[in-house]
């Protein structure tokens, strides 16, 4: 019986590696996949103020009250309900992918939760805290 148990202990965290290594491999981005460039271009619904920002492999988006831009970020105000790391988008199997980074404020795309990377599509809808914002661009450069 005991070696039953130690069998399926062990086989329990053979399971799990596999399951962490197949999300791992699944969320980075492949050599491939990391040259591409894409553009996104969001629209703040409250204010039609659009943003533009083309990236490579990964895109952190999130809130500040500075003004410096840095690669690999697309800052989106200051609003006090959006986190400094609201979400994060990149890209694999030649899409791009957007998941939740805050622990705090949610983040909804098409008004559905992400709790798993779920694939972006011009058009959607994101709810970052209570700001909206609408993909009106998202498409490979290169």
């Not at 690999?72 to 980074?101: A, E, K, Y």
């Amino acid at each position: 019986m005991r070696t039953v148990l130690i069998a399926l202990t062990i086989l329990t965290g053979v399971v799990e590696l596999m399951l962490v290594v197949a999300v791992l491999m699944l969320r980075a981005p492949g050599r491939q996949d990391a040259r591409q460039i894409w553009e996104l271009e969001l629209a703040d619904m409250s204010t039609g103020r659009r943003q533009r920002c083309r990236f490579r492999g990964r895109l952190n988006l999130g809130r500040t009250t500075s003004p410096e831009q840095r690669e690999g970020w697309m800052f989106l105000g200051g609003n006090p309900t959006i986190s400094r790391w609201q979400c994060c988008l990149s890209v694999g199997q030649g899409s791009v992918w957007i998941s939740n980074t805050s622990q705090v404020n949610v983040s909804r795309c098409n008004g559905r939760m992400l709790d798993s990377p779920r694939r972006l599509y011009e058009g959607d809808f994101l709810k970052l805290g209570d700001a909206n914002y609408c993909v009106t661009q998202l498409y490979r450069v290169a």
